[in-house]
């Protein structure tokens, strides 16, 4: 994601997908933790879960219908991207 917000189709995003830390339980957040292809940021946890309708070209595949909760990422920032980045270069 580029400073302005604009898209740049990485497919990052879309490969991953992020629960806000308020709907976790102290239980379930424990268990999480312990889990491979898990990022927790500050505000939410990323777990590793590609979407079935990312094309090879990083393109959602129902774009004029997607989920509301797919274009209003509420924990997505440019230091996410990045680290998310970091995590794919690692296998995440």
Do not use: V, Y
């Amino acid at each position: 994601m580029k400073e302005n917000n604009e898209c740049t189709k990485c497919g990052t995003c879309c490969k991953t997908i992020f629960i806000p830390l308020t709907l976790i339980s102290n239980e379930m957040f424990a268990l999480l933790k312990m889990r491979k292809g898990i990022r927790i940021f500050e505000n939410c946890i990323a777990l590793k879960a590609p979407c079935k309708h990312l094309t090879e070209n990083n393109l959602c595949s129902i774009q004029d219908n997607k989920p509301r909760l797919c274009s209003e990422e509420t924990c997505w920032t440019d230091t996410h991207c990045k680290e998310l980045q970091e995590l794919k270069n690692e296998g995440f």
